[in-house]
C-alpha cells in the first residue's frame, strides 16, 4: 500500500474496516441462528420420537415378523418423516423414492425410506447399545436429522431388556435449510450493503480530510515559489485546523524575516553603491598624487621611493576594487545594460589579448567568420579575468578555444596547473571568494568572476567552471548568438 495515494489508503482502511465488522457480526449472527435452528428442529424431532415410542408399548411379540416390523414403523410416520425397523437383519418393507428432482414441480419432496447402509455404523452400534441417539446427516443431497432408539422390555422384577428391535426416523431438515440460506443470503446483502456504506462513507470522509491536506500543499507549494503573503482558511478546532494555523503563523514569521532581510540586503547594496560613488571623488585626486609620486619615486631616497611605488600601486588597487563595486551595485540594482553589436568573435578575442599583452603568452584557437550580437565591452572583461586568473593562478600553457554552433559560440579557456579543489569549486563566483587565505591581500578583489558571471548572464548566457581531466582549471563561457533585447537602465 506504500505507493498509493492518501486517499486510496484511507478509502481501502474505510472499506477494508466496515467489511470485516459486517462479515463478524453477520457472520456470528448467521452461525448463532443456525445453531439455534438446528438444535430446536432437532430437540422437538427427539420429543415426538419419544411420545411417539410410547404409543408402541406394550410390544405384541418380542420376536416380530416382516408384518410387525411394518406396523411398528407406521406407528413412527408423521408428516415430515419416515421410519424403519430393523430385526435381527429383516426390516420393515419400505417403498421405492425417485432420485433427486424427479418429484413434481412445487411439491413437497417424498419422505425418506432409509435402507441399512444409510444409517451411520456409529449411529447403529450406539442404538444396538441400548441407547437413543441421533445424527445429522445428508441423504441424496437432502439434509437429515436420523433419531434412532432400541425397544426394551420390562420384566416383571421391574429390570428392562433389549427386545433387539432397532427403530429410525429420518427427519427432514429443507424447512430448516431453506431458512438457514434465507439467513446465509441476508448476511451477503449486509455484506455488500456495509461494503457500499463503506465506499461512500470513506468517500465522504476520505475528501473532508483531504480537503484540508491538499490546501496545506497548495500553500506550501507557492510559499515555496516566493508567494510569502499564502495563507490557508482555518476551518473547525481540530487538528488539521491547529496545522493550518501553524501553518499561516509560520508564512507570517516567515515573511517578516525575509522583509527583514530584503530591507537589510538592500541597505547593505545601497550603502555599497553609495560608497562607491562618494569615493570615485577623492580617488581620483589620489590617483592623480599617485601618478606624479611614481614618476618622481626613481630620483627619491630607497625608503621614500618605494614608499612612493606602494602608495601608487595600492591607489591602484583601490581604484580597481571601486570599480569592481560600482559594476556590482548596477547589477544588483538592474540598471545594467547591454550595447548589442555585430561582432567577429574571434577579432574579439585577439584584441582583449592584444590589448593586455598577453598574445605571446596563450595559444589560440580560434575559426575565423564566427559572428555574434554581444556587447564588446562586457565580453572584454569576461575575457579579461579568465584569462587573467589563468595566468595569475594557473600554470602554462593557457590556451582559449572557440567553436559554435547555429544557435550559440562557446569560449574554453583553460590552464594545465593543478586545477581547483573540489571544495573551492561551488563558490569560484561567489563573491569577494579567494580560494586561498594567503592570498586575501592579493592585487585581486574577489569580485572579477562574479563580476564575469553576471555579463554571461546578462548575455542570456552562462559561465562555468571544471577541473580538467588532464590538469588544470577550465572555464567555459556560453554565449547565444542574437540574444534577446533588453530594457536596461543607463550605465
Known amino acids: 500500500m506504500a505507493s498509493l495515494g492518501l486517499r486510496a489508503r484511507l478509502l481501502s482502511a474505510f472499506v477494508l474496516l466496515c467489511v470485516v465488522t459486517a462479515a463478524a457480526v453477520a457472520g456470528i449472527g448467521y452461525v448463532k441462528a443456525r445453531n439455534e435452528i438446528l438444535q430446536r428442529a432437532q430437540d422437538a424431532a427427539?420429543?415426538?420420537?419419544r411420545d411417539r415410542l410410547a404409543t408402541l408399548f406394550p410390544l405384541v411379540t418380542d420376536t416380530p415378523g416382516q408384518d410387525d416390523l411394518a406396523r411398528i414403523a407406521a406407528g413412527l410416520h408423521d408428516t415430515n418423516s419416515s421410519a424403519v425397523a430393523f430385526f435381527r437383519g429383516q426390516?420393515?418393507?419400505?417403498?421405492?423414492?425417485?432420485?433427486?428432482?424427479?418429484?413434481?414441480?412445487?411439491?413437497?419432496?417424498?419422505?425418506?425410506?432409509?435402507?441399512?447402509?444409510?444409517?451411520?455404523?456409529?449411529?447403529?452400534?450406539?442404538?444396538?447399545?441400548g441407547t437413543m441417539a441421533w445424527q445429522r446427516v445428508t441423504w441424496r443431497g437432502r439434509p437429515l436429522l436420523i433419531i434412532g432408539a432400541p425397544l426394551l422390555i420390562a420384566e416383571p422384577d421391574g429390570t428392562?431388556?433389549?427386545?433387539?428391535?432397532?427403530?429410525?426416523?429420518?427427519?427432514?431438515?429443507?424447512?430448516?435449510?431453506?431458512?438457514i440460506d434465507g439467513l446465509a443470503l441476508w448476511a451477503w446483502l449486509t455484506g455488500a450493503a456495509a461494503l457500499v456504506f463503506a465506499v461512500v462513507l470513506g468517500t465522504v470522509a476520505t475528501r473532508g480530510v483531504l480537503r484540508p491536506v491538499r490546501e496545506l500543499g497548495w500553500a506550501a507549494r507557492l510559499l515555496g515559489q516566493g508567494e510569502l503573503r499564502t495563507r490557508i482558511a482555518v476551518r473547525g478546532s481540530d487538528e488539521l485546523a491547529d496545522v493550518a494555523r501553524t501553518f499561516n503563523d509560520?508564512?507570517?514569521e516567515l515573511e517578516r524575516h525575509v522583509e527583514q532581510l530584503r530591507a537589510m540586503e538592500a541597505d547593505a547594496r545601497r550603502f555599497v553603491a553609495d560608497v562607491s560613488h562618494e569615493l570615485r571623488t577623492p580617488l581620483a585626486a589620489l590617483t592623480a598624487v599617485a601618478d606624479v609620486l611614481d614618476e618622481e619615486a626613481a630620483g627619491l631616497p630607497e625608503p621614500a621611493g618605494r614608499a612612493a611605488r606602494?602608495?601608487?600601486q595600492e591607489t591602484l588597487n583601490l581604484t580597481g576594487l571601486v570599480n569592481d563595486l560600482i559594476e556590482i551595485s548596477r547589477f544588483d540594482s538592474g540598471v545594467a545594460a547591454l550595447a548589442l553589436n555585430d561582432v567577429d568573435v574571434a577579432e574579439l578575442v585577439h584584441a582583449t589579448l592584444r590589448t593586455r599583452g598577453w598574445t605571446e603568452s596563450v595559444q589560440t584557437d580560434l575559426p575565423a567568420g564566427v559572428t555574434a550580437r554581444l556587447d564588446p565591452r562586457r565580453v572584454d572583461v569576461i575575457l579579461a579575468n579568465l584569462v587573467g586568473n589563468a595566468l595569475r593562478h594557473g600554470e602554462p600553457p593557457v590556451s582559449v578555444r572557440l567553436s559554435a554552433d547555429p544557435s550559440s559560440v562557446t569560449l574554453d579557456v583553460r590552464d594545465h596547473g593543478p586545477g581547483l579543489d573540489e571544495e573551492v569549486l561551488p563558490h569560484v563566483f561567489d563573491r569577494f571568494y579567494k580560494a586561498s587565505a594567503a592570498r586575501a591581500r592579493s592585487e585581486g578583489s574577489g569580485l572579477g568572476l562574479a563580476i564575469a558571471r553576471e555579463n554571461a548572464r546578462l548575455h542570456q548566457g552562462d559561465l562555468t567552471v571544471v577541473n580538467a581531466?588532464?590538469?588544470?582549471a577550465r572555464f567555459t563561457l556560453h554565449l547565444p548568438r542574437t540574444p534577446a533585447e533588453q530594457d536596461g537602465g543607463a550605465e
Open 250 to 252: 509560520t508564512a507570517a
Open 469 to 472: 581531466q588532464d590538469g588544470g
Open 310 to 312: 606602494l602608495v601608487s
Open 46 to 49: 427427539v420429543d415426538a420420537m
Open 160 to 179: 428392562t431388556r433389549n427386545s433387539g428391535i432397532e427403530v429410525y426416523t429420518a427427519h427432514s431438515l429443507l424447512p430448516e435449510q431453506r431458512s
Open 91 to 129: 426390516r420393515s418393507p419400505g417403498r421405492p423414492v425417485p432420485p433427486p428432482g424427479r418429484w413434481r414441480s412445487g411439491g413437497p419432496p417424498p419422505k425418506p425410506d432409509l435402507d441399512e447402509a444409510d444409517i451411520p455404523a456409529e449411529l447403529r452400534r450406539t442404538v444396538a447399545a
